[in-house]
């Protein structure tokens, strides 16, 4: 074999840590990006918040008054030296802050403190526990009942076998199921059930011992036994509004069936609903769309983001030569092209995010200006496309951001959908979004009685000149939570 040396030119693209570093910031949401902006401000000394109305140059002097060079400018005036252990102390002393039980009483001692204000909504599993604690003295109903209480669902539910509880808790079977039924009396009515018929007829045991509304009164002892009935035995029929089945199947009238039909209705299904964690999550819009002077604007919305800049202080110690040792040197240069290029990538994600945004906004027009009706298809490529960008950064950009617009608060991904094709030569094909909306209309101004099935909703949308299949439509139905027809029916 011959060795020789062969010089090629070539180009390829490498994934710098500062470019990915870029991409990672691309994707960021608001509140991510706010977080790592904290993060760096605390890791980069170089790097500090630019206070509001402040300017990254130096302010001018004053009219008559002498510029004065910083490096002439006395260091130990500017820095003194270190305080002594006993002049820590006096600045702690001297450092009186609002709450501290030993400064100086002031008017903001009359308030509670923050963690005083702080509150959280009782969970369910408090809620049980502290009804257990006042139910029982016995230690071992105690660990029992703390063992069903902490294998109930959000939904109130008990998801364990009362075998695995007896097994766990070296308990009897019989002691299990005797603490589980103690804890089935307990609010709210109907917890700790193990499936929904359970739980109906805990709430209607309970309805028994209390005075009832006027529709369940009528027809005495033989209503409640038939509801018990119906419950126990005709529960899939309820739910498919089969009341003529069921009215067949105990031998009762239609009407009494109906009657029975709104008391169950009355009672809870799930029974932990009240104490569910789920919060209302408030979002902050990324941008803002508005008409100026009859053309539509885009602002990127900074309020509450840090505004960062490198330190002119540590700017102007690196340009001078203070005799600092190699390895300080290089620290800081390192430290102050991470602080460069952080800064640099902010500006350029605003860029890119106000440039997608633009570009949604030509597109969407229409939608902008007269609602859901004008929602046109729409894909990352035709953005891309109108950019200038690749469509994995769209995507990015696009990725949990949030556009505020006359049509309401939308995430930029909400623009993005597939088109459903019109039944007229040369009509524009018509967004999925748009389809979704008429059947949620179509649905709200059906028949209670005879509801519209999703054939029937397939020839009004034909009606329309909309081509859909009639799976499409029910894919959409579940999509908006809508059921079936034969559970939307009403008597």
């Known amino acids: ?64 008054e002498e510029a004065v060079d910083d490096d002439e400018t006395n260091w130990e005036e500017k820095f003194p030296e270190p305080l002594s252990p006993e002049g820590w102390e006096d600045y702690y002393e001297s450092d009186w802050r609002s709450g501290d039980s030993h400064g100086p009483a002031s008017l903001d001692d009359n308030f509670p403190s923050y963690d005083q204000t702080l509150t959280r909504p009782a969970t369910l599993v408090d809620h049980l526990l502290w009804q257990l604690q006042l139910s029982s003295e016995d230690e071992e109903e105690k660990t029992i009942g703390h063992m069903i ?29 005797s603490v589980l039924s103690l804890i089935q009396t307990f609010d709210p009515i109907g917890v700790a059930a193990r499936d929904l018929q359970e739980c109906l007829l805990i709430q209607l045991r309970y309805l028994h011992q209390m005075p009832l509304g006027n529709g369940y009164h009528h027809g005495g002892p033989r209503q409640e036994s038939l509801l018990e009935l119906i419950i126990k035995s005709h529960l899939h029929d309820l739910q498919k509004k089969r009341y003529a089945t069921v009215a067949k ?26 104490y569910s964690s789920d919060n209302n999550q408030v979002i902050v819009p990324d941008v803002f769309v508005f008409k100026d002077e009859g053309e539509w604007q885009a602002l990127l919305n900074d309020d509450g983001m840090p505004r960062v800049r490198v330190d002119p202080y540590y700017t102007k110690i690196l340009g001078a030569n203070h005799g600092d040792g190699a390895a300080t040197k290089a620290y800081m240069e390192d430290k102050l ?32 200006e007269k609602g859901i009706q004008y929602l046109k298809p729409l894909v990352l490529k035709q953005v891309a496309e109108d950019v200038a960008m690749h469509e994995s950064t769209i995507s990015r950009v696009t990725t949990n951001k949030y556009m505020y617009c006359p049509q309401g608060m939308l995430e930029l991904k909400f623009f993005f959908n597939a088109g459903i094709q019109r039944a007229e030569p040369g009509a524009e094909d018509l967004s999925s979004i748009t389809v979704r909306e008429l059947i949620r209309e179509m649905v709200g101004q ?23 299949a009639r799976r499409t439509v029910a894919k959409y139905r579940a999509e908006l939570n809508i059921a079936p027809a034969s559970q939307r029916k009403r008597m």
């Not at 008990?158 to 308990?171: C, D, F, N, P």
């Not at 239609?254 to 009672?267: C, F, R």
């Not at 209670?448 to 909309?466: F, H, T």
């Open 1 to 64: 074999m011959e060795l020789k040396l062969d010089l090629r030119l070539s180009q390829k693209l490498v994934m710098t840590p500062q470019l990915q570093q870029a991409i990672k910031l691309l994707q960021l949401s608001r509140l991510e990006l706010q977080q790592v902006l904290s993060q760096n401000l605390l890791d980069n000394p170089l790097l500090e918040e630019e206070e509001e109305g402040a300017t990254s140059e130096e302010q001018a002097p004053e009219e008559g």
């Open 149 to 177: 209480i902490g294998n109930l669902d959000e939904d109130g539910y008990l998801r364990t076998s009362i075998e695995e509880i007896a097994e766990e808790s070296q308990a009897s079977v019989k002691k299990v199921d």
């Open 249 to 274: 199947a105990v031998g009762r009238p239609v009407a009494e069936i109906v009657e029975a039909v709104h008391v169950i209705e009355g009672l809870e299904p799930k029974p932990g609903r009240p």
């Open 337 to 368: 092209r991470g602080a460069q290029w952080i800064i640099r990538s902010l500006e350029q994600r605003n860029k890119t995010i106000l440039k997608v945004v633009e570009s949604l906004i030509k597109f969407q027009k229409t939608f902008l």
């Open 446 to 468: 059906e028949n209670p009685g005879k509801p519209l099935k999703d054939q029937e909703i397939v020839s009004r949308l034909g009606a329309r000149g909309i081509v859909i």
